[in-house]
């Protein structure tokens, strides 16, 4: 951990030593992580045998806010476990379905870099990976990864699925359905219900774009309006608005294929970015490379209906309150008749089958 103060100077190093290091890192044992619960002295280094990961979900933390979360358990050679808690934009970019389909047949050596020992109610302790932490998985030029992965044996023990409750679950039951039978969901009876159902995304509707104005006090829709801007929400005074998403997804099962809409939170949650971010690059009518990797992969989704938007169609659109699970790109594309004219994004043709990740890793927290 770098300090600074008020008298120190940064310059740019212009010609890179020819022994900078690529990797730098202090391994803590595991057996010795309690030493530091509550220290903010340094940032703590470990590495170990990925045995579980969870889903990313939206949590309430203790302040009432809600934030992206992900548990991570690592155990040493020794038996040894640990479990990470990687928050924020950290939890998205954690590639935890490629660790789970990875792990089912072979090791994973981990070592997470700038991570700190948290301590909650005096009694759950565990390792917190925020902003500063990234992490190097299977690397084969880390000696310290070889050298871990030597000492274990040739069958590797399937990494467990771990679940992790958001704060968007309910204790209800989610009613199962197929797309036909969302198709006949009432938005005047039917608008409270949340419904689990099974589909690949296969495009993004036509004529609409990706995101929109937000309000910033209400997220209504804000238009210009002369020289500034007007929240369309009656007596809404603001005019400051914030790009948000509104990804008109169309989703198949097969038979029948329906409009799911990602907005902010799941769009972030998915994308793994903002709609800030994106507009930055992105025009509001070119769909990011970002959105449209999505098409081909299947999800099981919990959904509720959108009254507004579904009144007056011919199909209900639904909005997209939950992945609960991913289940990866298809090799097949499935696409009903309904599909094909709502299409704007996609096609009807099977995509090509994505590869597998054999060895992988990344200085920067991304896989290579």
């Known amino acids: 951990m770098i300090k600074l103060n008020k008298r120190t100077q940064i310059r740019d190093a212009h010609n890179q030593p020819p022994d900078?290091?690529?990797?730098?890192?202090s391994l803590i044992p595991i057996e010795k992580l309690l030493d530091y619960a509550?220290?903010?002295?340094?940032?703590?280094?470990?590495?170990?045998?990925?045995?579980?990961?969870?889903?990313?979900?939206?949590?309430?933390?203790s302040s009432g806010d809600s934030m992206?979360?992900?548990?991570?358990h690592l155990q040493d050679l020794k038996g040894s476990t640990i479990e990470l808690s990687l928050s924020g934009k950290r939890a998205i970019e954690f590639d935890g379905e490629t660790i789970l389909q990875v792990g089912q047949e072979h090791h994973v050596i981990a070592i997470f870099v700038g991570t700190l020992m948290k301590t909650y109610k005096n009694d759950y302790k565990f390792l917190s990976g925020t902003s500063a932490c990234r992490w190097y998985i299977n690397q084969n030029d880390i000696p310290e990864i070889k050298a871990f992965q030597r000492c274990l044996p040739a069958e590797?023990?399937?990494?467990?699925?771990?679940?992790l409750r958001g704060a968007d679950d309910t204790q209800q039951n989610f009613e199962k359905r197929t797309m036909l039978q969302l198709k006949d969901v009432d938005p005047f009876t039917e608008r409270a219900i949340?419904?689990?159902c099974t589909a690949t995304i296969v495009g993004i509707t036509e004529q609409q774009t990706w995101c929109y104005q937000a309000c910033k006090a209400c997220n209504s829709r804000i238009k210009p309006f002369g020289q500034t801007y007007q929240c369309t929400k009656q007596d809404c005074p603001s005019i400051q608005f914030e790009w948000k998403y509104k990804i008109p997804y169309i989703a198949s099962d097969e038979i029948y294929s329906l409009e799911f809409m990602f907005f902010e939170k799941k769009g972030t949650e998915l994308i793994g970015k903002s709609a800030e971010t994106l507009r930055k690059k992105y025009n509001e009518k070119d769909i990011p490379p970002e959105i449209s990797s999505w098409i081909g992969h299947k999800f099981i989704f919990l959904v509720k209906i959108l009254p507004?938007?579904?009144?007056?169609?011919?199909?209900?659109?639904?909005?997209?309150?939950?992945?609960?699970?991913k289940l990866g790109k298809q090799s097949i594309m499935p696409v009903s008749k309904t599909a094909d004219a709502r299409l704007g994004v996609g096609s009807s043709s099977s995509p090509s089958p994505s590869p597998l990740v054999g060895s992988f890793g990344s200085d920067s927290g991304y896989f290579a």
């Open 68 to 72: 992206m979360r992900r548990v991570v």
């Open 194 to 196: 949340n419904y689990e």
């Open 38 to 61: 509550k220290s903010k002295e340094r940032f703590l280094d470990v590495i170990g045998r990925i045995t579980g990961v969870s889903n990313a979900a939206m949590v309430s933390t």
């Open 308 to 325: 507004n938007k579904s009144i007056g169609a011919d199909d209900p659109s639904f909005e997209v309150i939950r992945i609960k699970e």
């Open 20 to 25: 900078f290091p690529k990797y730098t890192f």
């Open 156 to 163: 590797a023990i399937p990494i467990q699925k771990l679940y």
